[in-house]
């Protein structure tokens, strides 16, 4: 079997008198794509802002590529391998598609921002290769012809796109995607799809928050599912799919 890439066990998270989380734990080992799916305010999103490290959690640890990990800050999980995208888009509206993409390789950079303040000569070598392997990223997401334009005026799956370059940018053991289909029309949603089936293919390894039920299930090796912030299903999408439990959440009462 391959290696885990992320382990994380007994994740609780409570707001005011809301349990969001109770007990949740994955594993997720290399190169599959992992499914985190559930009825409207089951948990996901929480979970994924405590893995991420925006919501400190009061109980749960973490294991990335092996080794603990606290995911206390955004800057540290980027830095230690995990790459998101966000539910609400969030890129530099005014800054060209390239530039949004270099922002994020910055993360691995060697002259990082003190380099870049003070236009070092190694930073401008660097500035170059950084350019150049944004684009490399551009194209392998299919937007390349559009590196000039600012990511604003990008349709709105393409924007989806230049987010998930700039994921990769990172150079991630784990990209968590929220969301990634979200407003997409069904012809935006194949081409999604195949792009998410390439990044698996050349050997990543990717946590999917998705609402379109089918879409998780023809991609994902394995589902975990929650409801009311408890993890009641995990598994393959077959067994996931025939589970009382997850029949129940989805169509009960709630409606969600
Ligand atoms: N910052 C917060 N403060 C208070 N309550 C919160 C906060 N974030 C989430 N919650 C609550 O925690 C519960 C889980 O929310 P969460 O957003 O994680 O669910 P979700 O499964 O991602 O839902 P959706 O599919 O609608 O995005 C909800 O009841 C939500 O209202």
Redesign the pocket.
């Known amino acids: 079997m391959s290696e885990t890439i992320l382990k994380v066990q007994g994740v609780s998270k409570r707001?005011g008198g809301?349990q969001?989380l109770s007990d949740v734990g994955i594993e997720i080992r290399k190169g599959q794509v992992y499914g985190l799916i559930?009825p409207?305010?089951?948990?996901?999103?929480?979970f994924f802002n405590v893995i991420t490290g925006l919501y400190i959690p009061d109980a749960g640890s973490f294991e990335l590529g092996g080794e603990p990990y606290k995911p206390s800050a955004v800057h540290l999980v980027a830095k230690a391998g995990i790459a998101r995208t966000f539910?609400n888009i969030r890129l530099f509206a005014e800054m060209t598609a390239l530039e949004n993409v270099m922002v994020g390789r910055h993360v691995r950079t060697r002259s990082g921002l003190g380099g870049a303040v003070f236009r070092t000569g190694g930073f401008k070598r660097e500035e170059q290769e950084i350019a150049a392997r944004a684009k490399e990223l551009l194209d392998y997401v299919g937007i390349g012809k559009y590196a000039e334009y600012k990511a604003r005026t990008l349709s709105y799956g393409d924007q989806r796109r230049l987010e998930i370059a700039r994921a990769l940018a990172t150079d991630p053991k784990l990209i968590a995607l929220d969301e990634p289909a979200a407003g997409m029309n069904a012809t935006e949603k194949v081409v999604l799809r195949e792009l998410i089936d390439r990044i698996r293919r050349d050997g990543r390894t990717i946590l999917l928050i998705e609402?379109d039920v089918k879409l998780v299930m023809g991609l994902c090796d394995r589902v975990t599912v929650?409801d009311y912030g408890k993890q009641i299903a995990e598994g393959t999408p077959a067994d996931v799919q025939k589970n009382e439990k997850v029949i129940e959440a989805y169509l009960g009462a709630g409606g969600h």
């Open positions: 707001f809301l969001a559930g409207n305010g089951a948990g996901k999103t929480t539910q609402h929650l």
